[in-house]
T-cell receptor
Framework: DTGVSQNPRHKITKRGQNVTFRCDPI?????LYWYRQTLGQGPEFLTY????????KSRLLSDRFSAERPKGSFSTLEIQRTEQGDSAMYLC?????????????FGEGSRLTVL | AQKITQTQPGMFVQEKEAVTLDCTYD???????LFWYKQPSSGEMIFLIY??????QNATEGRYSLNFQKARKSANLVISASQLGDSAMYFC?????????????FGTGTRLKVLA
């Protein structure tokens, strides 16, 4: 079990550039989640997938954010035309579907800094 | 409306003492799960303990126990015999079930500092 893997771990970009983050979940997990976390705050829900279907997207997400999970395996989160307010840690997590249990397994996160 | 509330931004506890971290939640869903996570300064989120809404007994995992008071909608985390390595941010989270949405909502966290 290799755990949830995220890359890149750190990304520094200039305002206006596009960035893409990748998440590889635990192989047997069919649910995949993206969260954003700013300093001193809890993780903020962005979106989640069950297999390849994107089932929910936060209303806080602007149209500049898009996520995909082709074939129900890895997922990408793209931010277009980045703004300084996008600077945050982007966390990916996965879980097994079924019931109300099932803890989230988190990756180490991708830290974005927009200059 | 905020569904998870953690009212203690920071807490101190003496090593080897017990500490309670507060969490209240709000949901109209009869079926839900409550979770606690630890986030050390290194950043990774570590799952600690889970309580289901239908569980009759409070959950325990080693030195961690969850004081579940359903009528009060509270799910406090109790850490017994605190260790220096327990110093971290602690987040309470909830996942609703029956409503069909399976997203996990997190509180704002409590920073725990264990004193030697």
């Amino acid at each position: 079990d290799t755990g949830v893997s995220q890359n890149p771990r750190h990304k520094i970009t200039k305002r206006g550039q596009n960035v893409t983050f990748r998440c590889d979940p635990i192989s047997e997990h069919n649910r995949l989640y993206w969260y954003r976390q700013t300093l001193g705050q809890g993780p903020e829900f962005l979106t989640y997938f069950q297999n390849e279907a994107q089932l929910e997207k936060s209303r806080l997400l602007s149209d500049r954010f898009s996520a995909e999970r082709p074939k129900g395996s890895f997922s990408t989160l793209e931010i277009q035309r980045t703004e300084q307010g996008d600077s945050a840690m982007y966390l990916c997590a996965s879980s097994l579907a079924g019931g109300i249990g099932g803890e989230l397994f988190f990756g180490e996160g991708s830290r974005l800094t927009v200059l | 409306a905020q569904k998870i509330t953690q009212t203690q931004p920071g807490m101190f506890v003496q090593e080897k003492e017990a500490v309670t971290l507060d969490c209240t939640y709000d949901t109209s869903d009869p079926s839900y799960g409550l979770f606690w996570y630890k986030q050390p300064s290194s950043g990774e989120m570590i799952f600690l303990i889970y309580q289901g809404s239908y569980d009759q007994q409070n959950a325990t995992e080693g030195r961690y126990s969850l004081n579940f008071q359903k009528a009060r909608k509270s799910a406090n985390l109790v850490i017994s015999a605190s260790q220096l390595g327990d110093s971290a941010m602690y987040f309470c989270a909830m996942r609703e079930g029956v409503s069909g949405t399976y997203k996990y909502i997190f509180g704002t966290g409590t920073r725990l500092k264990v004193l030697a």
